[in-house]
């Protein structure tokens, strides 16, 4: 039934939701990954049953190096895993309940999907967005630097993964400084160019630091310090782009004995050598500034350079220390020394990205082939789109990889190509692309996934584009959604996609730490531990308990550290919900307020939950629920079948497969999911009346029920008509009213000016008191 349920239903709006693509593993899924599937299923099917076209596709990120990884320890190949991957993550999803519309399946390593990745790949190249240099391919990502900072103000996307983006892209306004650089061995001076974020603090700069790929490196190094740098430029080829910016502030530099000049100051600050420094980031250069960067004084510190701006005695470096003049405001003097620096022309408004160009290819086997002939003549030439895909040869068992060598390289008959444009024997490109890229964009090939001649048809882009909600880990903020929004913003601007972002909102659900894991916190430990016995959760307790503790073990986006006491405890809620259910069914006859109230707090409270993803809290209004129907608040004849039939419907999208089971039970011969959702009665929760507690004095001698919108004079009136106040009071207006809404009134009698004591009443019930 829950099969049937996935199809398509017909109805005005839209709703795509989609998880990021697994990739297919051996094992299966982990509990971590499931968290989030049973998130997004909850939504999904919240939303069909508010009569919305839900599309819940489901995509394999087949290319991950992990795939690669199992295929050379099975001594298989990597196809065979993604096909019993797939298979058996398939079948999980399918016990897990998931809401899946199966004809809306990608696998990123399918020909027929990843020609598209080669496709968008040449398309970026005849942009001018790719570009091959001594390193390799690289996609500027850099051009759409603005727009990706920009974009960001405009996503729901959790202000924890906006903040990582923020910063990744790192923009700043400043300036860019043309500074000059001598040695006492060089003759003359090399420009370079360096940001500064404060033009107004260039006088404290006190040191540069340089990347060991810069070009100016060949003309000031000093002679002394030449073999320290070549060993340090030799130790960064060996580094790959995380390693050299891991440990910024105590990372090697090397001292290479040339000065640059301070254009505003005219000192003399010693240039350096560091692998922290990237070639892209910033012109290859930083400015040192240890009184406004604590990595500037931490780097300075380490090395033994001084903290103050200055150079090595000589009549030519003679120090100019910068002084403020009194009562000069710092806005003053940035403008001042702005100006001064621009008629010097050294100097102009910049704004700068810590982003940098993404590094394209990889020396792999099991990835996308990029589309490139290697032509003597003709240089880097595409294949034609007509010649895709470009399919990786066949393998039956992969071997072992030789350091140094493109495994590609090993396939002579696969290398060996014409070039399309004149002809010539020529070779393949041996690279593969980034293991990912598939899921850069597979999002859009599942509205569409058997299409020939494109991603998909534009009038499925133009309806379901962007997608409505993506759930996934948080892991994946910086790198991989940055070059989501990248290809999204590309696609967007030659035409093929009518918006720029990918996704109206994103969902990162947190991570769950094994029992095993020592509290570590990551993907690898989440891995050893129940990513292996997920299975054997859904044998021993099913799908419906699972998905509960998944839910319950607090707000989704949180970590949270795996119980079984917990999963048990889930399986015990069900089994009574089962039989308090089947206990009640027949017997009601009528349904009272008390029970109407309950009932609808209960909607609006599974509601909330899950617009505001706190599914956790839904779980807890279940159980509270079920509580109330298995005490003796509610008898057997007040609680009708329409309120067992909207718990029923409520729990559906939480456990589907229970709530199929209660829907049989009731007798009813519809479809579960084709039932609409059901809305709260905001006057039933919120009554236009209240009842008051009213006092004589300090006795309780009524209680009255009053209309919510009454003033206090109709508050007083009514109580004066009341028997139990005329026999206490004679009718007489009261000396002094105390009236705390909602709750009660006091009306207080003196005589001669203090308040007359009344002997207690027998029969006066016992108050809350309002101040607790």
């Known amino acids: ?401 030789t350091e140094g060598q493109n495994p590609l390289t090993a396939f002579n008959d696969w290398m060996q190509a014409k070039c399309p444009e004149c002809g010539k024997d020529s070779v393949r490109s041996s690279d593969t692309m980034p293991d990912w890229i598939g899921s850069c964009w597979g999002h859009l090939r599942c509205l569409d996934p058997e299409n020939e001649s494109a991603i998909a048809r534009e009038d499925l882009l133009k309806i379901w584009t962007p997608a409505n909600l993506c759930v996934g880990g948080i892991e994946h903020a910086e790198l991989h959604l940055m070059y989501v929004r990248f290809v999204s913003h590309f696609l967007a601007d030659i035409g093929m996609t009518p918006r720029q972002e990918p996704y109206r909102r994103l969902f990162n659900q947190g991570r769950i730490r094994s029992q095993d894991s020592d509290g570590i916190d990551d993907a690898e430990a989440s891995r050893r531990g129940p990513r292996v016995i997920a299975e054997e959760y859904l044998d021993r307790y099913g799908a419906d308990a699972l998905r509960l503790h998944l839910l319950f073990m607090g707000p989704p986006q949180d970590h949270s550290e795996w119980s079984d006491e917990g999963l048990k405890g889930c399986a015990r809620f069900l089994q009574r919900t089962h039989e308090t259910i089947n206990g009640r069914i027949g017997k009601g006859k009528f349904v009272s307020r008390n029970v109407l109230v309950a009932k609808h707090r209960l909607i609006r409270r599974v509601s909330r939950a899950i617009r505001t993803f706190r599914l956790n809290k839904a779980v807890s209004a279940f159980m509270e629920f079920v509580k109330l129907l298995r005490g003796d608040e509610f008898s057997m004849e007040e609680v009708d079948k329409a309120t067992l039939k909207t718990f029923t419907v409520l729990l559906a999208p939480f456990a589907p497969h229970m709530a199929h089971e209660i829907w049989d039970l009731l007798g009813e011969k519809s479809d579960i999911t084709q039932e609409p959702w059901p809305e709260h009665s905001n006057e039933l929760l919120q009554p236009t009346e209240v009842e008051l507690a009213v006092f004589v004095n300090e006795s309780l001698v009524d209680r009255m029920t009053v209309e919510l919108e009454a003033s206090k004079t109709q508050v007083i009136d009514q109580a004066l008509e009341l028997t139990s106040v005329k026999d206490r009071t004679g009718g007489k207006s009261a000396d002094r009213v105390v009236h705390v809404p909602d709750r009660l009134l006091k009306l207080i009698y003196t005589e001669s000016g203090q308040e007359k004591e009344q002997p207690p009443e027998k029969s006066a019930e016992p108050f809350f008191d309002p101040n607790m």
């Open 1 to 401: 039934k829950t099969e049937l349920a996935n199809k398509h239903r017909k109805g005005p709006k839209t709703f795509f939701c989609l998880d990021m693509f697994p990739y297919p593993s051996l094992d299966g899924f982990s509990v971590s990954q499931l968290r989030g599937v049973a998130t997004n299923d909850v939504v999904a099917r919240y939303q069909q049953s508010r009569g919305r076209r839900v599309l819940r596709p489901i995509g394999w990120d087949s290319f991950q190096a992990s795939v690669e990884e199992e295929a050379r320890q099975n001594k298989i190949s990597p196809n065979q895993v993604v096909e019993r991957g797939i298979e058996r993550m398939q079948k999980q999803l399918r016990r897990f309940g998931t809401l899946v519309h199966w004809d809306h399946e990608v696998d990123t390593s399918n020909p027929k999907d990843y020609r598209w990745s080669q496709w968008l790949f040449l398309q970026l190249l005849d942009k001018g967005h790719v570009h091959h240099d001594d390193a390799g391919w690289k996609v500027a990502i850099t051009d759409y630097a603005e727009p990706l900072h920009s974009g960001l103000k405009h996503l729901k996307w959790p202000p924890r993964t906006k903040a990582l983006q923020r910063n990744w892209i790192g923009r700043r306004e400043g300036c860019r400084l043309i500074l000059k650089a001598s040695s006492e061995l060089y003759e003359g001076w090399g420009e370079f160019e360096v940001f500064c974020r404060r033009i107004e603090a260039l006088p404290e700069a006190s040191f540069v630091v340089l990347c060991p790929e810069h070009p100016l490196l060949e003309q000031i190094v000093d002679s002394i310090q030449a073999d320290e740098v070549r060993e340090l430029q030799d130790r960064t080829l060996k580094l790959g782009e995380r390693e050299r910016m891991a440990n910024r502030a105590h990372s090697d530099g090397v001292a290479t004995g040339a000065y640059a000049l301070n254009p505003s100051t005219l000192n003399h600050i010693p240039i350096w050598v560091s692998s922290y420094v990237m070639p892209d980031i910033r012109f290859g250069a930083i400015l040192g500034m240890p009184d406004e960067n604590e990595a500037h004084k931490e780097f300075a510190v380490r090395h033994g350079i001084p903290l103050k701006a200055g150079g090595p005695s000589s009549s030519r470096r003679r120090r100019r220390p910068s002084r403020r003049r009194p009562g000069a405001d710092s806005g003053t003097e940035k403008k001042g020394l702005l100006g001064s620096l621009e008629v010097r022309g050294v100097t102009e408004s910049y704004i700068d990205y810590k982003l940098h160009d993404w590094v394209f290819d990889r020396q792999r086997f099991w990835g996308v082939p990029i589309p490139i002939i290697e032509c003597e003549d003709c240089g880097n030439v595409p294949v034609p789109e007509t010649d895709l895909p470009v399919r990786l040869p066949e393998v039956q068992e992969l071997g072992e990889v």
